[in-house]
């Protein structure tokens, strides 16, 4: 995996004229296009390990942490999903220190709090431009104090939908289709209030989505999947995928 001087080099160097997009871990992922950067969901702490550190779930790490957030300056917006730790981190927030940070509405108080900003809070079914990027805000069915969201985002020609954590409630799919997604970004823990492989496949089919990508895996012991059943499902369903690991690059050519 690529973490730290190598990543960032990665970053740096990817080319214009493509869509770049790396995994960095959970339900993170950094998105370069044109010059302008992105990052969807950056948990690059410790903080749940350490929280949960001698408890009946103690939050193991399985993937080191790709980079430090503090050297992420240059993301022009931030996203969070919801307000679970995994998706709004104050110790990975406060030292990013977003330039902007879109979020649910309902979520704008604890968001603010975590990472020291004045969020963008956006409604399920609104949409806001923030730094070049529009954001239409998807329902997410997942129990979370505030509400809980996935982001269509418009980058450039592309179209990407990050679901942050859901269920594959009936309707979601066909909303995504009307979208369009080149990327559909989707959990495969199959646990705590989100899809799981098999699941992922069939939305991202359903959506029409050009790519499938499997994320909330591989970053806690006891919350984890292998991603082979979602790769069978995609394969049955004639759904092309990528299995990114951390650090790892996914570049996406003109549509
Ligand atoms: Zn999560």
Not at 56 to 72: F, G
Not at 126 to 146: K, L, Q, T
Request: charged share 25%.
């Amino acid at each position: 995996m690529l973490a730290d001087d190598d990543f960032l080099r990665d970053v740096e160097e990817a080319p214009a004229g493509a869509l770049h997009l790396w995994w960095v871990g959970q339900s993170g992922f950094l998105v370069k296009v044109e010059g302008h950067y992105l990052l969807f969901d950056p948990y690059l702490s410790d903080s749940l390990t350490a929280k949960y550190e001698g408890t009946e779930i103690p939050h193991v790490r399985m993937t080191r942490r790709v980079v430090d957030p503090v050297r992420l300056d240059f993301v022009d917006v931030v996203t969070s999903s919801h307000g679970h730790t995994d998706h709004l981190d104050a110790e990975t927030l406060r030292p990013l220190r977003p330039r902007a940070l879109v979020c649910p509405i309902g979520v704008r108080e604890l968001a603010a709090e975590r990472a020291g900003v004045d969020p963008h809070g956006v409604g399920v079914d609104e949409r806001i431009d923030v730094a070049g990027f529009r954001f239409m805000a998807v329902h997410a069915d997942h129990e979370s104090e505030g509400g809980a969201v996935g982001f269509v985002v418009d980058c450039g020609p592309w179209t990407l939908y990050h679901s942050g954590d859901t269920t594959a409630y009936a309707g979601l799919g066909e909303r995504l289709r009307s979208f369009a997604p080149d990327v559909a970004i989707l959990p495969i823990n199959g646990n705590l209030g989100n899809m799981d492989g098999r699941d992922a496949a069939r939305v991202a089919k359903k959506a029409q989505a050009e790519l499938a990508v499997p994320c909330h895996f591989e970053m806690f012991e006891f919350n984890t999947a292998s991603p082979d059943e979602f790769v069978a499902e995609c394969a049955t369903l004639c759904q092309p995928y990528r299995v990114l690991r951390a650090g790892e690059r996914l570049t996406l050519t003109p549509p």
